[in-house]
């Protein structure tokens, strides 16, 4: 029986309720927000599986490694526009769905809660939902349950998630499937569901309205310059960077984010995925021949020879570009190797969060000071004026 009594053994993947033969465990949030297994012990049969399929107890190990590292983005500009960094999912999820197989990765649903979703071979145009990161531990449910089916019915499956999430997965199958496509996402962390509609609410009441669409790293003002973007039913539009978006503000000060995240147990460059994907700061250092457009790009390290061999199917629809591997991760991965080190008062940050508004709380801990706020107008004025990029280049030189 699993029974977690310290929070940094667990990641929430959800494996120990996928496999539960009995249904005697459900995913719970505690007082942060963050969802940890219960267990119904009237329903246990102490049958030991739920531990076995632990992948902070069982790491799964990848079987066939590769490991090569690319440069990498769609061809196609408005996918490029659309996400986060280089668009590698977008090409790669079209495939699968052009072979009849299926897409899981994480989606907002109509509350803009994020959730893990299957697309189907006739949901081509869900995956305008899956793109861009989406700074929220999301949620699996059954996705697990439902993706062995598939995989028993000879259907393909790609999986796209944290790290965390993919060797889950791969805990829960217990098995390598040629049939199933692993794709793991480097994060920082992962801040609670619980801060994100906290987040939300506020928003829509300082909008009044409901939202209609959003964005974690829009790329307005440049990749390099990623922006949270909220687009209301009432026709305005929020912007926001990581200065002064609480939500971004929080996740990048590190005081938000689960406690596994800051010893999280996956950290280094040996997965258990098919892909691991990470953004891409120092394109034109990995490639002397590529000039930085700040439309971004991706860094891919290929981690398997299933990968390998399915990068070379669809690398028509890539700028594709091999790099060093351990230069990509001395430029850009860090967080590849290491963790996040916690705010000095993230033990506190959680604490009576239901009595502040998500401005109080901010305020409160990591607070946006008044210089901060000018500089963000002063982007947003240069930007209407069509000047901004110019006087970005100027700063930088």
């Known amino acids: 029986m699993i029974q977690i009594t310290d929070k940094t053994k ?35 049969i102490n049958c030991g599986i739920c531990n076995h399929v632990c992948p902070i107890e069982n790491q799964p190990v990848n079987q066939n490694p590769v490991r090569e590292a690319y440069v990498i983005r769609t061809i196609d500009r408005n996918i490029l526009k659309d996400s986060t960094s280089g668009g590698f999912i977008t090409p790669l999820a079209e495939y699968v769905l052009n072979h009849r197989g299926l897409l899981c990765a994480a989606s907002y649903d109509k509350d803009f809660n994020v959730r893990h979703i299957i697309i189907g071979e006739n949901e081509k145009y869900r995956l305008s939902d899956i793109r ?39 805990s829960f199958l217990n098995k390598n499937y040629d049939n ?30 409901e939202i209609d669409r959003i964005s974690f790293r829009n790329k307005t003002y440049g990749y390099h310059s990623g922006t949270m ?11 926001g960077s990581a200065r002064v978006d609480y939500m971004l503000r929080s996740f990048f000060k590190e005081i938000a984010s689960r406690p596994i995240c800051y010893q999280c147990p996956f950290k280094s460059v040996d997965r258990a995925s098919d892909f691991t994907i990470y953004d891409c700061w120092h394109a034109s250092e990995l490639v002397t021949s590529l000039k930085d457009d700040d439309m971004g790009y991706t860094n891919l390290i290929v981690q398997s020879e299933k990968g390998k061999q399915l990068l070379n199917k669809i690398s028509r629809k890539y700028e594709i570009y091999q790099v060093d591997i ?23 940050f959680y604490l009576d969060i239901d009595k502040r508004t998500m401005k109080e709380q901010v305020q409160k801990f990591i607070p946006v000071k008044t210089k901060d706020f000018f500089v963000e107008r002063m982007k947003i004025v240069l930007y209407s004026l069509g000047i901004y990029h110019v006087v970005k280049k100027i700063m930088q030189k």
């Not at 990161?133 to 944290?162: A, H, P, W």
């Open 180 to 209: 199933l496509i692993t794709v793991d996402l480097v994060c920082h962390g992962t801040p609670s569901p619980k801060l994100w509609n906290k987040y939300l609410k506020y928003q829509k009441e300082r909008y009044h309205s």
């Open 326 to 348: 351990e230069k990509a991760i001395r430029l850009d991965g860090i967080m590849i190797l290491n963790s996040a080190k916690p705010h000095r008062r993230r033990s506190e």
């Open 10 to 44: 667990c990641c929430g993947c959800s494996s120990c309720a996928n496999a539960c033969p009995k249904s005697a465990i459900i995913m719970m949030p505690d007082e942060e927000g963050f969802s940890y297994p219960v267990i119904d012990k009237t329903l246990c």
């Open 132 to 170: 861009g990161s989406k700074y929220v531990q999301s949620s699996i449910d059954d996705c697990y349950e439902k993706i062995k089916k598939y995989l028993e019915q000879n259907r393909m499956v790609c999986f796209v998630g944290t790290t965390c999430q993919v060797a889950g997965l791969m």
């Open 229 to 239: 973007k909220i687009r209301f039913l009432n026709g305005k539009t929020y912007y």
